[in-house]
């Protein structure tokens, strides 16, 4: 099975992080299915990019020495960076938003899945909002 993987699961189970969480049980037996087939979003890497420059995350397998290790970090554990296409796009100028969840990015990052027809893991409770639109959601509750 295919998944997209949200900032924060990418965050949990690659990178070390400040005030880290677990990721549940569930989730995990998903990550270490060698069976399965794993994505994100390039918004997703954007978001990581900051988070290292900004020195929230230290890489757990390895010291970086370059933000653009990252890029390669991901693309060695195979997860494929998806970029936003058009099709995407369409599904964001069309998605209802929720007043509790007002970021921007996560709105694009749920798009790509609904419109891709992925199921999204993430541990933003808020995205089983979305199920209604279409969101396939897997809950990695904290």
Same mark, same amino acid.
């Given at each position: 099975?295919?998944?997209? /993987?949200?900032?924060?699961?990418?965050?949990?189970? /690659?990178? +070390?992080?400040?005030g880290k969480e677990k990721i549940t049980h569930d989730v995990l037996d998903i990550l270490e299915d060698c069976t399965n087939l794993f994505r994100t979003s390039s918004i997703c890497v954007k978001e990581i990019l900051y988070?290292?420059?900004?020195?929230?995350?230290?890489?757990?397998?390895?010291?970086?020495?370059?933000?653009?290790?990252?890029?390669?970090?991901?693309?060695?554990v195979n997860i494929e960076i998806i970029p936003i296409t +058009?099709?995407? /796009?369409?599904?964001?100028?069309? /998605?209802?938003?929720?007043?509790?969840n007002n970021d921007p990015n996560d709105h694009v990052i749920i798009s790509q899945a609904i419109s891709d027809k992925i199921p999204l893991i993430s541990s933003d409770r808020d995205f089983k909002n979305y199920v209604s639109q279409g969101l396939e959601f897997i809950y990695n509750k904290r």
């Open positions: 099975m295919i998944y997209y /993987l949200d900032t924060n699961i990418l965050v949990y189970s /690659l990178f +070390e992080h400040k988070l290292y420059k900004s020195n929230n995350i230290l890489f757990k397998r390895t010291k970086l020495k370059s933000a653009q290790e990252i890029i390669t970090g991901i693309k060695e +058009e099709k995407h /796009l369409l599904k964001y100028a069309n /998605l209802e938003i929720y007043p509790s």
